[in-house]
T-cell receptor, first 110, second 115 residues
Framework: DAKTTQPNSMESNEEEPVHLPCNHS???????IHWYRQLPSQGPEYVIH?????VNNRMASLAIAEDRKSSTLILHRATLRDAAVYYCILAAGNNRKLIWGLGTSLAVNP | GAVVSQHPSWVICKSGTSVKIECRSL??????MFWYRQFPKQSLMLMATSNEGSKATYEQGVEKDKFLINHASLTLSTLTVTSAHPEDSSFYIC????FGAGELFFGEGSRLTVL
């Protein structure tokens, strides 16, 4: 399974945009890029996913590099409730078996 | 979005007893559910894939006789930790994916503490 690399932690201020990077240099052509987040003592929550084109939803935007070897999750205006561990995961096609790394722990300052 | 619910949210038991955790898909049918375990400050580790009407598929290193999985219906999978010991204390999480959806939905997690 292709692996991802994320910074261990990041910090942001409330109401400012946050850009969470993810490197996945060994991504294959059929791998989708998924982002999930996990608040303390809760199950993970889906954020967004994409294949090649940039994606937007009500929670965030996903910017995918042209060579697909990296991507960035963008939270447009961070809130205190966005403080969580964010996981960038690759999943092939309909493969629902996700391999989890350590993710990025995001702290949001008031 | 789809809802996956786990019960109980937390459980404390004595060493040697068995504990059952339920995972339900509330508004969709799930032929496949996934069970994860997460230790403090660590990532999720996939334990097994639960298949409705058939045997679960366990990941390498996970004892199938210790972690019994039953997926008797399209909306319910159960994980039973048999003869639990303190080292089994962990956060157990299930997930499922509705047909046609691109993402997984997760339960709230069940925290097991074995004394």
């Amino acid at each position: 399974d292709a692996k991802t690399t994320q910074p261990n932690s990041m910090e942001s201020n409330e109401e400012e945009p946050v850009h969470l990077p993810c490197n996945h240099s060994t991504i294959s052509g059929t791998d989708y890029i998924h982002w999930y987040r996990q608040l303390p003592s809760q199950g993970p929550e889906y954020v967004i996913h994409g294949l090649t084109s940039n994606v937007n939803n009500r929670m965030a935007s996903l910017a995918i590099a042209e060579d697909r070897k990296s991507s960035t999750l963008i939270l447009h205006r961070a809130t205190l409730r966005d403080a969580a561990v964010y996981y960038c995961i690759l999943a092939a096609g309909n493969n629902r078996k996700l391999i989890w790394g350590l993710g990025t722990s995001l702290a949001v300052n008031p | 979005g789809a809802v996956v619910s786990q019960h109980p949210s937390w459980v404390i038991c004595k060493s040697g007893t068995s504990v059952k955790i339920e995972c339900r898909s509330l508004d969709f049918q799930a032929t496949t559910m996934f069970w994860y375990r997460q230790f403090p400050k660590q990532s999720l580790m996939l334990m097994a894939t639960s298949n409705e009407g058939s045997k679960a598929t366990y990941e390498q290193g996970v004892e199938k006789d210790k972690f019994l999985i039953n997926h008797a219906s399209l909306t319910l999978s159960t994980l039973t930790v048999t003869s639990a010991h303190p080292e089994d204390s962990s956060f157990y999480i299930c997930s499922a994916k509705p047909f046609g959806a691109g993402e997984l939905f997760f339960g709230e997690g069940s925290r097991l503490t074995v004394l």
